[in-house]
T-cell receptor, first 110, second 113 residues
Framework: QKEVEQNSGPLSVPEGAIASLNCTYSDRGSQSFFWYRQYSGKSPELIMSIYSNGDKEDGRFTAQLNKASQYVSLLIRDSQPSDSATYLC??????????FGTGTRLKVLA | EPEVTQTPSHQVTQMGQEVILRCVPISNHLYFYWYRQILGQKVEFLVSFYNNEISEKSEIFDDQFSVERPDGSNFTLKIRSTKLEDSAMYFCAAGGAGSPEQYFGPGTRLTVT
């Protein structure tokens, strides 16, 4: 049973548009969620963390958490070609162990 | 963003050989982790380490794997007898007390031939 699910993509959006990335999870007890960006051949880079229901904004990024529906999303406003990467959703399990999804590949078209 | 460094960036080894991957976390980090990512697959948890002992490990982390932090600085992952299927990117991650956020090092690409 998959614990964190993401659409693998690719999700293609034009430059300047809003990119919407989604993630669902199966463990109702999950409390903490993270979005990482991973460029090809590179390591995951933390973008956002979210722990409470609702929205959390940081610059062009907004994370949304809905624990009742068990989904987390990431919105990227004014998408740039440099945002093209794979976006990984992760949740905490146990002693700060991360469970990652397979990631969604985003392509921002210039 | 706090920086975690890893060496080597790429390690090529023959099947059956021992390898040691090294990580230098930020000094105020207390929690340390190893993850691996096989090419084209998701990032998988291997082990977490706190207060000089393993706090959790996955099914992947069998008797062939070990971790230690011998000098209070370097955090190492040892694979005793490598297999072809150990070929992957290995990422070290670190986090501080009271925060579940983890910061990843650049990774070591391990190729077992």
């Amino acid at each position: 049973q998959k614990e964190v699910e993401q659409n693998s993509g690719p999700l293609s959006v034009p430059e300047g548009a809003i990119a919407s990335l989604n993630c669902t999870y199966s463990d109702r007890g999950s409390q903490s969620f993270f979005w990482y960006r991973q460029y090809s051949g590179k390591s995951p880079e933390l973008i956002m963390s979210i722990y409470s229901n609702g929205d959390k904004e940081d610059g062009r990024f907004t994370a949304q958490l809905n624990k009742a529906s068990q989904y987390v999303s990431l919105l990227i406003r004014d998408s740039q070609p440099s945002d093209s990467a794979t976006y990984l959703c992760a949740r905490i399990s146990g002693t700060y162990k991360y469970i990652f999804g397979t990631g969604t590949r985003l392509k921002v078209l210039a | 963003e706090p920086e975690v460094t890893q060496t080597p960036s790429h390690q090529v080894t023959q099947m059956g050989q021992e390898v040691i991957l090294r990580c230098v976390p930020i000094s105020n980090h207390l929690y340390f982790y190893w993850y691996r990512q096989i090419l084209g697959q998701k990032v998988e948890f291997l082990v977490s380490f706190y207060n000089n002992e393993i706090s959790e490990k996955s099914e992947i982390f069998d008797d062939q794997f070990s971790v230690e932090r011998p000098d209070g600085s370097n955090f190492t992952l040892k694979i005793r007898s490598t297999k072809l299927e150990d070929s992957a990117m290995y990422f070290c991650a670190a986090g501080g007390a009271g925060s579940p956020e983890q910061y990843f090092g650049p990774g070591t690409r391990l190729t077992v031939t």
